[in-house]
């Protein structure tokens, strides 16, 4: 069974610094790769997908997430945070053949002045 | 857009009782699914389905149970709501995936 794990619960930085979000999956087949973000009292948003081709994918406001298969992970960065990236992150699973979507734990993002 | 619409914003209900959240999409999606999520654990998967009267459990199904009539409605039943129930419910759909999962803006349901 497909299964999700986001290795930080929290992460404080300051803003403008960098920013890596971990996010390891197991699966035993091909999947697709989700990230979503909750901003305060919002529902999720799709951020970022990687379905197939370039394991580089990007989102519209800077954040990017790399699909490194045999280290069954996805995780996301974004080189200079803003105050209003304080959000929410979950990355999500879904295997290739199948319509079950995984989500991890959770990650709170927290950018500081 | 694609708009997925929770029936209520806020929920009140008492121990023992049967409990209805309603969702419904516009935009003629197969697959629907209904999570709860609680700080530290994220969005656990309550019930799926993928078609209409087609339904698939979940993480945790247990005292829950779902209903899909209609394309566009897909329904968690509390059976006999419980403390530990208390939790926001959010409802979600999907077509293409390449396109993801579309949701509400949740149900937060507290039960006492």
């Known amino acids: 069974a497909q299964s999700v794990t986001q290795l930080d619960s929290q992460v404080p930085v300051f803003e403008e610094a960098p920013v890596e979000l971990r996010c390891n999956y197991s699966?035993?087949?091909?999947?697709?790769l989700f990230w979503y973000v909750q901003y305060p009292n919002q529902g999720l948003q799709l951020l970022l997908k990687?379905?197939?081709?370039?394991?580089l994918v990007e989102s519209i406001n800077g954040f990017e997430a790399e699909f490194n298969k045999s280290q069954t992970s996805f995780h996301l960065r974004k080189p200079s945070v803003h105050i209003s990236d304080t959000a929410e992150y979950f990355c999500?699973?879904?295997?290739?053949?199948?319509?079950?979507?995984?989500f991890g734990e959770g990650t709170q993002l927290t950018v500081n002045p | 857009d694609v708009k997925v619409t929770q029936s209520s914003r806020y929920l009140v209900k008492r121990t023992g009782e049967k409990v209805f959240l309603e969702c419904v999409q516009d935009?003629?999606?197969?697959?629907m699914f209904w999570y709860r999520q609680d700080p530290g654990l994220g969005l656990r998967l309550i019930y799926f389905s993928y078609d209409v009267k087609m339904k698939e459990k979940g993480d945790i199904p247990e005292g829950y149970s779902v209903s899909r009539e209609k394309k566009e409605r897909f329904s968690l039943i509390l059976e006999s709501a419980s403390t530990n129930q208390t939790s926001m419910y959010l409802c979600?759909?999907?077509?293409?995936?390449?396109?993801?999962?579309?949701f509400g803006q949740g149900t937060r349901l507290t039960v006492v």
């Open positions: 935009m003629d999606h197969e697959n």
């Open positions: 699966s035993s087949v091909s999947v697709y």
């Open positions: 990687y379905l197939s081709g370039s394991t």
């Open positions: 979600a759909s999907s077509l293409e995936w390449t396109a993801g999962a579309f």
């Open positions: 999500a699973v879904k295997e290739t053949s199948g319509s079950r979507l995984t």
